[in-house]
């Protein structure tokens, strides 16, 4: 009973910031606005869940700074736990399907957010292109998370390429980010809540210029994932 309280109120409470989400992604194409909502509907949903944030790490990021956060991804959760900490303006790439739920999806769709078909690699690739514009004449970071799909244990799943593709082809440093602990508060494949603290660890940034070769980019992605996955087991 509790559990379906909790969910009727994050529904309306997302339902309530979509529509002004919505509203503002149309009339402030500087995203002010849109990413103050952002934290506020992160904020209302980790508070009406009962969940709370153990931080580490923010002094490795300049909010002045534009990065490419890569994180591991087990729970619906991690979105607004890193909607929530990330102190820059921030965007992440999500999967196609998210668009076509009412009102959430929309919004996402008409805001900073971009949009990756996983089936089409062209237009996978052309999703790159699109985070990148967005990067460099909106100063604005990207969350990518380098698995691809949530993990069903919390143990950390093969990193896909894409991520440090955008991250060498723009230059801006990648800070490899840790979520421990939201599998067990809402685990994939269920809709139980459960209470609990979400730790989230910030590393120091990781330069991706100059590296031109496709070893290169697989050294990369192999060090970032090696970094998270030692954070998830302390």
């Known amino acids: 009973m509790i559990t379906a309280l909790k969910l009727f109120l994050i529904v309306i409470h997302t339902f309530i910031c979509s529509i002004f989400a919505m509203i503002f992604a149309v009339i402030d194409r500087s995203y002010t606005v849109y990413f103050k909502i952002s934290k506020i509907f992160s904020g209302g949903v980790l508070l009406i869940s009962g969940i709370k944030l153990d931080i580490t790490g923010l002094e490795n ?39 076509k739920i009412p009102f959430f999806g929309w919004q996402l769709a008409m805001g900073p957010y971009v949009m990756i078909d996983r089936g089409n690699y062209e237009k996978a690739m052309r ?20 698995e ?11 990193f896909k390429r894409g991520a440090f593709r955008l991250a060498t082809q723009v230059g801006y440093p990648i800070i490899p980010t840790t979520v421990i602990g939201s599998n067990k ?3 994939k494949g269920t809709y139980k809540l459960r209470r609990g ?11 991706s210029e100059g590296i031109k070769t496709r070893q290169e980019e697989i050294d990369l992605m192999n060090r970032v994932r090696d970094i998270i996955v030692n954070n998830n087991l302390i």
Do not use: W
């Not at 999703?127 to 380098?146: C, L, N, P, R």
């Not at 691809?148 to 093969?158: A, E, L």
């Not at 660890?201 to 330069?207: E, L």
């Open 148 to 158: 691809g799909t949530r993990s069903k244990t919390g143990d950390i799943q093969p």
């Open 127 to 146: 999703s790159i292109e699109e985070a990148k514009e967005k990067m460099k004449k909106k100063s604005i970071s990207i969350v990518v998370f380098a």
């Open 185 to 187: 508060i809402m685990p």
């Open 61 to 99: 990021i300049d909010k002045s700074k534009t990065y490419v956060f890569v994180s591991n991804h087990s729970s619906q959760y991690d979105i607004v736990v890193l909607q929530k900490t990330i102190p820059n303006r921030m965007a992440m790439i999500f999967k196609k399907e998210l668009a």
């Open 197 to 207: 603290t979400i730790k989230v660890h910030f590393d120091k940034p990781i330069q």
